[in-house]
């Protein structure tokens, strides 16, 4: 089997497992027509500079590197597959891994927030996962909060000479989590509590997301190692051209 035909059947691999992921039509990111009207304003205003950022960036990669549109429909499907993968947690939203920490540390934020994007609106259009009245507090949240995090951790842990795989792990867990502390604040300030307000009541979102959230970043941080490794053993030439390849084997 060929290098093509091995790539081939990784996408394959992943589009069947999209398939096979039957969420309940009961789990959300934030649910439609859960936040406030002036919420769901404000929150798509502040993403659309980021996603026009992002097709600009995804515009260069398909005129100036066309051969690693594969390994970026990959880091999309593979944001779709697991973010699919939910379990229910606070009224109105779930507990799920993100899958954006990967297209993040080999893309950058800008062109995750339109992976992020799109699967989120196909997802609220297609299984019943989040909203589009609510699209632009779910984009900020999974879609440039939380890889700004990956992103941003990644390349300290790059500067700070850590090793590959520690530093893919952290980016990917600590991204995950952070979308969630996002994802509860915007709870919180559509939803203070009487006691406390906006501060107690984030106090209370986080501490039903942790109980599932914690264990799923771990996994979510574990995955996207294991598939970074897989990516250098098959997409090698492709990680090259995107300049991941300086530190490509692991310590």
Excluded at 157 to 172: D, Q, T
Excluded at 183 to 201: D, H, I, K, R, W
Excluded at 211 to 224: D, R, S
């Amino acid at each position: 089997m060929n290098k093509r035909e091995k790539q081939l059947v990784a996408l394959s691999a992943v589009v069947g497992l999209a398939l096979c992921a039957a969420p309940s039509a009961s789990a959300m990111h934030v649910m439609e027509g859960y936040l406030p009207p002036a919420f769901c304003v404000i929150w798509g205003a502040v993403c659309l500079p980021v996603l026009a950022a992002g097709v600009v960036s995804i515009r260069r990669i398909a005129r100036e590197q066309k051969k690693v549109l594969l390994l970026l429909a990959m880091a999309g499907a593979f944001v779709f597959v697991i973010s699919s993968l939910k379990i229910p947690s606070v009224t109105g939203s779930c507990s799920h891994m993100t899958g954006t920490g990967l297209a993040a540390i080999l893309f950058g934020v800008p062109a995750t927030t339109v992976l992020g994007v799109i699967v989120l609106v196909f997802q609220a259009l297609l299984l019943a996962h989040g909203g589009l009245t609510t699209l632009g507090a779910n984009a900020f949240s999974m879609a440039i909060a939380g890889p700004l995090v990956s992103w941003g951790l990644y390349h300290v842990g790059e500067k700070l000479h850590f090793p590959k795989k520690l530093s893919v792990f952290l980016a990917a867990a600590l991204g995950d989590l952070f979308t969630y502390c996002v994802t509860s604040l915007q709870l919180a300030m559509a939803y203070p509590s009487a006691n406390g307000g906006v501060a107690a009541s984030a106090v209370e979102f986080l501490g039903v997301f942790a109980p599932t959230q914690l264990p799923l970043a771990v996994v979510e941080g574990l995955l996207t190692m294991l598939v970074i490794m897989g990516m250098e053993t098959y997409a090698m030439p492709e990680l090259q051209l995107i300049g991941f390849e300086k530190e490509v084997k692991y310590e």
